[in-house]
RNA sequence: UCCUCGGUGGCGCAAUCGGCAGCGCGGGUGGCUGUUAACCACUAGGUUCGAGGUUCGAGUCCUCGCCGAGGAG
């Protein structure tokens, strides 16, 4: 049922432009996905979403087992009815969860013992559970269960949660049933090339339908992330998507692109616009300062989203610091839309042949130096 | 006119027996990468109403004054 193919390919780097079918509807790559942690995506509406030309949204498998579980989104007719989201929907397994629970968990080879950060209830989550869930879920795309560890770290620990994650990996394969579900493998193998290598070639064994980029955006440095996408775009397979997990700043977006990658999600875009941090063509702005207390103008003149087309920096400044709700809303519209949109138009221009001067002439202006104002 | 209570950062308030003047909010700034996050961190800001006095040392005790609130007449 899932296919990707490439339609267009980057002559001078990694890029490629291509697409894929779920059963609701094509998605068109690359592409950013927004994140629903909690079937929604934080302060926006599904039409708002479509608006902004989202074409699928990330959704949790732990946050969602947790509250309000499994069954009751199965008896709701599924995650895209429950949450009214008609497009694509890819589930995170509760993996990361594995590492941002640091505390309330206990991992063995089995599975992980969780206890909720909620009401402290315990839970033993397993691949086989993992998957359980999210073929109740219904999502298009969901994710292998894997352990993400967290940097810095040795090559020892690493090499046990890439086992790890490869023996689970084997076992969510097992399991997975639903024909109308795609089933993503996840590559760590922390900053280790052979051990990146390594993982991919043995998750390739099992021939997933796409592969996952893990254990990445967790403290180390860009160029550390730039050389372990160097290192696995030669080895991963050219005809399957390539998803790098948690990456959402626009400069690694690019750069990702430019190495093969071709899914990307993150909640910078809604985290941050919460926080009154937005981005713009020319780097990061935090709308709280005091310089834009009486600027009129747009929050990013290059852009045509809802919020700057309707409002001032001024006015979202003066919403922020009165806690208004709008502004969260305003925030995280207009961010989701940048990300959205940025990955739009670098597959404009891969199709267009010309992803090398988008790629610098992007990169040059989101220099820090390049804010102006 | 008298009595009582109060006066401490911009605002609201703490400060033990007389012993390094703090907290919250607000202000300024920074951070946030498969969401435990409309969150977190840092920072600036003081003649403690004024004038005297006691004391090694006073936001704190004493005297007088000013201002505010309440009560009595």
Same mark, same amino acid.
């Given at each position: 049922?899932f296919e990707?193919?490439?339609v267009?390919?980057c002559?001078?780097? !990694?890029a *490629?432009?291509? =697409?894929?079918?779920?059963?609701?509807?094509?998605?068109e790559?690359?592409?950013f996905?927004?994140?629903?942690?909690?079937a @929604?995506?934080?302060?926006?509406?599904?039409? =708002?979403l479509e608006?902004i !030309?989202?074409?699928?949204?990330?959704?949790?498998?732990?946050h969602? &087992?947790?509250?309000?579980? +499994?069954? $009751?989104i +199965?008896? +709701?007719?599924? $995650?895209h009815?429950f949450?009214?989201?008609?497009h694509?929907?890819l589930?995170?397994?509760?993996g #990361?969860q594995?590492f941002? /629970?640091?505390? /309330?968990?206990?991992?063995?080879?089995?599975g992980?013992?969780f206890q909720?950060?909620i009401d402290?209830?315990?839970?033993?989550m397993?691949?086989e559970?993992?998957?359980?869930?999210?073929?109740k879920?219904?999502?298009?795309?969901?994710?292998?269960?894997?352990?993400?560890v967290a $940097?810095?770290? @040795?090559e020892?620990?690493? *090499?046990?949660?890439? =086992?790890?994650?490869?023996?689970?990996?084997?076992?969510?394969?097992?399991?997975h049933s639903?024909s109308?579900?795609?089933?993503?493998?996840?590559?760590?193998g922390a900053?280790?090339?052979?051990? *990146?290598i390594?993982?991919?070639?043995? $998750?390739m064994e099992?021939?997933?339908?796409? &592969?996952?980029?893990?254990?990445?955006s967790? !403290?180390?440095?860009?160029?550390e992330?730039?050389?372990i996408?160097?290192?696995l775009?030669?080895?991963l397979p050219q005809?399957?998507?390539r998803y790098l997990? !948690?990456?959402?700043?626009?400069?690694?977006?690019?750069?990702?692109?430019?190495?093969?990658?071709?899914?990307f999600d993150?909640?910078?875009?809604?985290?941050?616009g919460r926080?009154g941090?937005?981005?713009?063509?020319?780097?990061?702005?935090?709308i709280?300062n005091?310089?834009? =207390?009486?600027d009129f103008g747009?929050?990013?003149e290059m852009?045509?989203?809802?919020t700057?087309r309707n #409002?001032?920096?001024? &006015?979202?400044?003066h919403?922020? *610091?009165?806690?208004?709700?709008?502004s969260?809303?305003?925030?995280?519209?207009?961010?989701?839309?940048f990300?959205?949109?940025?990955?739009?138009?670098?597959r404009?221009s891969?199709l267009?042949?010309?992803?090398?001067?988008?790629r610098?002439?992007?990169?040059?202006m989101?220099?820090?130096e390049g804010i102006?104002?």
């Open positions: 049922m990707f193919r490439v267009a390919e002559p001078d780097t !990694g *490629r432009a291509g =697409e894929f079918v779920t059963r609701h509807g094509v998605v790559t690359p592409l996905m927004p994140v629903g942690t909690q @929604t995506v934080k302060a926006m509406s599904p039409p =708002e608006e !030309g989202a074409q699928i949204v990330l959704s949790n498998t732990y969602l &087992y947790l509250r309000p579980g +499994a069954d $009751l +199965a008896e +709701a007719g599924g $995650l009815r949450m009214g989201w008609q694509s929907i589930t995170d397994s509760g #990361f594995v941002s /629970l640091d505390g /309330l968990r206990k991992v063995t080879d089995e992980v013992h909720s950060h402290g209830s315990r839970h033993f397993t691949p559970l993992s998957v359980d869930v999210q073929q879920l219904g999502s298009d795309i969901a994710m292998c269960f894997d352990e993400c $940097l810095p770290t @040795t020892e620990k690493s *090499r046990a949660a890439m =086992e790890r994650t490869i023996a689970w990996a084997a076992r969510c394969h097992d399991f639903r109308d579900q795609a089933l993503f493998g996840i590559v760590q900053l280790f090339e052979d051990q *990146r390594e993982c991919a070639g043995r $998750l099992l021939d997933f339908p796409g &592969y996952a980029i893990g254990g990445l967790v !403290g180390e440095s860009h160029d992330m730039y050389r996408l160097d290192v775009h030669p080895v005809s399957k998507p997990m !948690g990456v959402g700043m626009p400069e690694n977006l690019i750069e990702g692109v430019a190495r093969g990658v071709d899914m993150c909640v910078l875009p809604t985290r941050n926080n941090n937005l981005l713009t063509s020319r780097g990061r702005i935090n709280k005091a310089r834009f =207390e009486r747009p929050i990013d852009c045509d989203c809802y700057c #409002f001032t920096r001024a &006015y979202v400044r919403l922020y *610091r009165a806690g208004e709700m709008l969260a809303r305003l925030c995280s519209w207009h961010n989701i839309h990300l959205v949109h940025l990955m739009r138009r670098a404009a891969i267009k042949g010309a992803f090398s001067a988008f610098e002439e992007t990169m040059k989101l220099q820090p102006a104002q």
